[in-house]
């Protein structure tokens, strides 16, 4: 599989026509592999999605928003499976995860 970007600005309109135009120049390369690029954007707002053939989502639930609260996750997760899956009908990778189970503690001290 080619991977064409890890988390652009894909909820900004132009990402439209610019992912359009580099998933079928790198198709036109390669016809024999799956393209995709890993986003973190909002399901609803992406507009490379439509044009990957797997979706690729890096996510950090309870890490930017709910630290420390690692109960949400499950729920979180679903939802975001789901809402990927119902708008664009496409297989689902989870590129990347990462929870706060410490709110705050983002990196260890030097040993």
Not at 12 to 25: D, E, M, N, R
Not at 85 to 103: F, H, W
């Amino acid at each position: 599989m080619w991977s064409v970007a890890n988390e652009p600005a894909s909820e900004l309109p132009p990402a439209a026509y610019y992912f359009k135009t580099v998933i079928a120049h790198t198709k036109a390369l390669d016809p024999s592999r799956p393209v995709t690029f890993v986003t973190d954007a909002n399901y609803a707002l992406d507009h490379g999605a439509p044009y990957v053939d797997v979706i690729c989502v890096n996510s950090y639930f309870s890490w930017y928003h709910d630290p420390g609260h690692l109960e949400v996750i499950p729920l979180q997760l679903t939802t975001q499976f789901e809402n990927w899956y119902k708008t664009y009908q496409k297989p689902i990778i989870q590129s990347e995860y990462g929870a706060d189970s410490v709110p705050g503690l983002h990196s260890v001290s030097a040993v």
